[in-house]
């Protein structure tokens, strides 16, 4: 069975930064795209940062420049530096997958919250 785990939110002021991780364990042949998406209160899901399993990544307009995605393969890892943080960035943060292991589907981790206080 393959899992997502992520860690790194948190509380954090206006202007600061937070490290999020996500580690995929269990039955992996192969990981493709790996993303992290995040859902305010009220709000629909909305992508937030992407990287192929050939690194070429891809960012929603409002976190260009103060995020960056990167992915550790030999860990099977994804993380998020999210720098310059704003009140508008809190959201329940969930990380993404598209993963070969007994067949190939997208899974989703249990989600970690951020809050940015102003």
């Known amino acids: 069975q393959v899992r997502l785990v992520e860690s790194g939110g948190g509380l954090v002021q206006a202007g600061g930064s937070l490290r999020l991780s996500c580690a995929a364990s269990?039955?992996?042949?192969?990981?493709?795209?790996m993303g992290w998406y995040r859902q305010a209160p009220g709000k629909q899901r909305e992508l937030v940062a992407a990287?192929?399993?050939?690194?070429?990544?891809n960012y929603a307009d409002s976190v260009k420049d103060r995020f960056t995605i990167s992915r550790d393969n030999a860990k099977k890892t994804v993380y998020l530096q999210m720098n310059s943080l704003k009140p508008e960035d809190t959201a329940v943060y969930y990380c993404?997958?598209?993963?070969?292991?007994?067949?190939?589907?997208?899974?989703w981790g249990q989600g970690t919250q951020v809050s940015v206080s102003s």
């Open positions: 993404n997958a598209d993963i070969l292991g007994l067949g190939r589907r997208a899974y």
């Open positions: 990287v192929t399993d050939g690194f070429s990544t």
């Open positions: 269990g039955n992996i042949r192969s990981i493709y795209t």
